[in-house]
């Protein structure tokens, strides 16, 4: 797959390396200095920063104004926006808005639903779903329009990315539910974290069957765990997650000050034997308010140092 | 059917309080079928306001009345002689019906007394549940009967999204994912490939979000 934009995370994969990329949450605050810190902990070992877009709908910095900051710092943002809380108009702008700063990839997501966060009493918006999202950022890049019809001045180029879950349920649809994503025009794909290998694996077989691994870079999710009670609540309360009984065993049966070390030997682990299955073309750690174990699973996953592309 | 719940009583007592008249006025439709807004319903609210005055060493007159709808004007003008009677309403229909009621009698306070819920359908007795939203082009045909606008919580057209769990719902495990139920019937009906079509950006403009909307029928006007 050649590269359509100037995206340095689709460079990177078009020329054939495993692609790393890594994600930072924004502060509840103003304080611009909390993402400079985590973006500065990780910049040497990713090659792109995913922004989280008011993750678990709790109220935050929003994603583009740290993606612009880390623009400011000569790094690589992937722009995540969800569609919970803006509509098509506002999306828009916003692509746009990213645009002017050459903010070149987008993840687009539909959001946890608010709930979960601190305006449990909000209205949500979902206007336009994720699908419809990766549509209109590849109809306002690749044909210079607006959802209205009208023409754009300097088009978006960016690079579009979706997430995946092979383990929501049901499992049947989850490889239909891909191409549908690579029909609407899905180049990257970064995975909800993954910690049963064997489903993962047995979905990129049927995707790679179906000939969609030709048509969309995956890149593998993982999240290492702090510590055993990290694993049984992934395991028990986060929706869509699927972790094996032996691997909240390993945890429960590390000591508690061994815990942390273990959670990051299993995730390096992860990352060595899925760079061996076809079809993953590199990896989206997670690690999630823990960003200084980045650059060690990098480097000792054997993806250090990082490519460089013109 | 519109379905609708009671009213805390503490809530209604604070409206009408200070009245002296108050009619109950109950609606025979689908409130009544949910058992929020009927005939029975008038009586057991008119004795606890009753109690509630009398416990207050109050007279206030309290009467009761249910009719056939409230949201049509014929039947609202059944009670046109006596609501010169009543300084206040407390309705039990919808809230149309509650609108309804204050465009025809625009000099008396009208209240409502119980809260609107949504279109929905009963599954059995004291169990109602949500089936449309009335967004204005259905789009029922396209996703094996079974409505995502309505019965998904993100409204997702092309779902589901990646909270759907054991064909629960990631909000709540009591919830189906309609998503799910939307999949199975496809199975059921042969139709699963029709999955993969992309449902395009939805025209919400037939929705709230077009403002308020009407439906007018020339040919059956007089």
């Not at chain 1, 993840?107 to 966060?117: A, T, V, Y």
């Not at chain 2, 109050?58 to 949201?71: N, S």
């Not at chain 2, 089936?131 to 009967?145: D, F, P």
Request: charged content about 30%; hydrophobic content about 35%; overall charge negative.
């Amino acid at each position: 797959m050649k590269a359509k934009t100037p995206s340095k995370l689709e460079k990177i994969l078009a020329a054939g390396h495993l692609a790393v990329t890594s994600e930072c949450g924004p502060p509840r605050g103003s304080d611009m200095e909390v993402i400079t810190e985590k973006a500065n902990l990780i910049k040497d070992y990713v090659d792109a920063i995913n922004i989280t877009d008011n993750q678990t709908s709790v109220t935050r910095m929003s994603s583009l104004a740290a993606c612009i900051q880390l623009k400011l710092m000569g790094l690589e943002p992937v722009l995540q926006m969800v569609t919970r809380d803006r509509n098509r108009i506002a999306l828009q702008s916003d692509i746009l808005g990213a645009a002017s700063f050459d903010i070149h990839n987008v993840l687009c997501l539909s959001g946890d639903h608010q709930s979960f966060g601190d305006c449990p009493t909000g209205q949500n918006v979902h206007d336009i779903d994720s699908m419809q999202l990766i549509q209109t950022v590849r109809l306002m890049r690749d044909q210079g329009k607006f959802l209205g019809g009208g023409d754009i001045k300097r088009p978006p180029q960016m690079f579009v990315g979706a997430a995946a879950n092979p383990f929501a349920d049901p499992f049947e649809i989850r490889v239909p539910r891909l191409a549908k994503k690579i029909a609407a025009g899905v180049e990257f794909i970064q995975t909800q974290c993954i910690y049963n290998m064997e489903k993962f694996e047995l979905w990129l077989k049927i995707a790679g069957d179906r000939g969609l691994l030709e048509k969309v870079h995956i890149l593998a999710g993982v999240t290492p765990f702090k510590s055993a009670g990290m694993a049984k609540y992934m395991k028990n309360r986060v929706p869509g997650i699927e972790v094996p009984d032996e691997l909240v065993k390993r945890m429960s049966d590390t000591p508690k000050e061994k815990q942390p070390e273990e959670g990051v030997k299993i995730c390096i682990e992860q990352i060595q034997h899925l760079k061996e299955v076809e079809g993953v073309r590199g990896f989206h750690v997670m690690a999630i308010e823990w960003e200084e174990m980045v650059p060690g699973i990098v480097k000792k996953s054997g993806l250090y140092p990082r490519p460089s592309v013109e | 059917m519109i379905v609708a719940d009671r009213k805390p009583i503490e809530e209604i007592i604070e409206e009408v309080k200070n009245y002296e008249k108050i009619l109950i006025l109950g609606c025979n439709e689908c409130v009544t079928v949910c058992e929020a807004g009927g005939k029975k319903e008038v009586g057991v609210l008119a004795s606890a306001l009753r109690m509630y005055f009398l416990n207050q060493g109050r007279e206030v007159k309290i009467d009761e009345e249910t009719l056939e709808r409230q949201c049509d004007h014929e039947y609202l003008e059944e009670i046109r002689d006596v609501m010169d009677q009543y300084d206040a309403v407390v309705s039990l229909a919808c809230g149309v019906g509650v609108q309804f009621m204050a465009e025809k009698y625009h000099d008396c306070p009208i209240y409502p007394g119980v809260d609107t819920c949504f279109l929905g359908a009963t599954e059995k007795r004291g169990l109602w549940t949500e089936r449309c939203q009335a967004c204005g082009q259905c789009i029922l045909a396209r996703t094996g009967g079974i409505c995502p606008v309505s019965r998904c919580a993100k409204r997702i057209l092309n779902g589901p999204c990646g909270g759907s769990a054991k064909g629960k719902c990631e909000i709540n495990k009591e919830i189906d994912c309609a998503w799910e139920l939307i999949i199975n019937r496809l199975k059921a009906l042969d139709k699963l490939d029709d999955y993969e079509k992309i449902d395009p950006i939805k025209d919400w403009s037939t929705d709230r979000a077009g403002g308020p909307r009407k439906v007018v029928r020339e040919d059956v006007q007089e």
